[in-house]
């Protein structure tokens, strides 16, 4: 028995031949019930792309995140940026930034109100 | 809002007491989330913010409860105090029966040093109790049970939350060109 909550990754036209960008969609509740089970979908997609993988969290859809999802955030960000890729996350609701504010995550990680401007961001920074 | 949210939360003496009890399961919280919020943004003065704020304090509570406190097919006891118009206490209680259970005074320790601004914080967990709990009450309390099992306590006072609200709202009338009376 797990809540509802689902993660869909799809591949975005990258400036650069040496960058993999993808937008990661999360949606419904990210909970102690679901988060470990879904954070391995996370973590496969950065071990298949061990360089360069830049990714766009999309939280649209994303209702609810525990400490416990925003430790794994914290990881997922680690473990890219040290292969020289990013994370930003785009579209966030406003109970996801205040979680995300409190917890000082984002000094670490961008936020951007439009997917556009998060790839606009991911494709500058190269 | 229905006839009986709106007495509560016009009835500003009688603090209202809800308490409920759940199995050691993590599924449940997802309702237990759904209830706090509706009770938060129906019988209180807290604002919207709020009522999310106290859907993450409680799941957290909650979440640790389950973790270290209480073993599979045990319970964990939840209170909603909702003093309308003052403040909102919750009271979390685990039967002591988990793998990971320790002392209040252990725990309070570990929440103590985490919490600190200058803390880092490389593991998946840790955040919740240290970071989301301590930063969105007032008061924040463990206590051992005499049976077994910790009791925890927070409270937020919605005076704090009112002033804080006021200031920000001076502060951003402050930015504009009009003068605000």
């Known amino acids: 028995m797990a809540t509802p909550a689902t993660i869909t990754i799809e591949d975005v036209e990258s400036s650069s031949p040496d960058m993999t960008v993808k937008i990661v969609k999360f949606s419904g509740q990210l909970d102690e019930s679901n988060v470990d089970e879904k954070a391995n979908m996370v973590y496969e997609l950065?071990?298949?792309?061990?360089?360069?993988l830049n990714l766009i969290f999309d939280f649209a859809e994303l209702e609810y995140m525990n400490s416990k999802s925003i430790g794994y955030l914290t990881d997922w960000y680690g473990k890219v940026y040290e292969n020289g890729g990013k994370i930003v996350v785009a579209q966030t609701r406003p109970n996801i930034l205040d979680i995300l504010q409190v917890v000082g995550l984002t000094q670490l990680i961008k936020t951007f109100p439009t997917i556009d401007e998060a790839k606009f961001a991911i494709s500058h920074s190269a | 809002m229905n006839d009986i949210a709106t007495t509560i939360k016009n009835n500003k003496k009688e603090p209202i007491k809800i308490t409920i009890t759940l199995p050691t399961h993590a599924y449940f919280m997802s309702g237990i989330r759904d209830f706090t919020l509706s009770l938060i943004r129906n019988t209180s003065d807290f604002s919207e913010q709020w009522a999310y704020r106290?859907?993450?304090?409680?799941d957290e509570l909650c979440n640790n409860a389950i973790e270290h406190g209480s073993s599979a097919g045990?319970?964990?006891?939840?209170?909603?105090?909702?003093?309308?118009?003052?403040?909102i206490e919750i009271i979390v209680e685990d039967s002591?029966?988990?793998e990971g259970t320790m002392k209040a005074e252990e725990i309070q320790k570990i929440v103590d040093e985490r919490s600190k601004k200058d803390a880092e914080m490389h593991e998946i967990r840790g955040r919740g109790l240290a970071k989301i709990v301590k930063e969105w009450t007032d008061e924040l309390?463990?206590?051992?049970?005499?049976?077994g099992g910790i009791m925890v306590k927070?409270?937020?006072?919605?005076?704090?939350?009112k002033s804080q609200e006021l200031t920000q709202s001076l502060s951003f009338a402050g930015d504009q060109t009009h003068i605000v009376i």
Do not use: A, C, H, M
């Not at chain 2, 309390?141 to 049976?147: A, H």
């Open chain 2, 141 to 147: 309390s463990f206590t051992d049970k005499p049976d």
């Open chain 2, 96 to 98: 002591g029966t988990g």
């Open chain 1, 46 to 52: 950065i071990e298949k792309n061990p360089k360069n």
């Open chain 2, 74 to 87: 045990q319970e964990i006891k939840i209170t909603f105090v909702n003093s309308p118009g003052e403040s």
């Open chain 2, 54 to 58: 106290f859907q993450s304090v409680v």
């Open chain 2, 154 to 161: 927070v409270k937020k006072y919605l005076g704090d939350v």
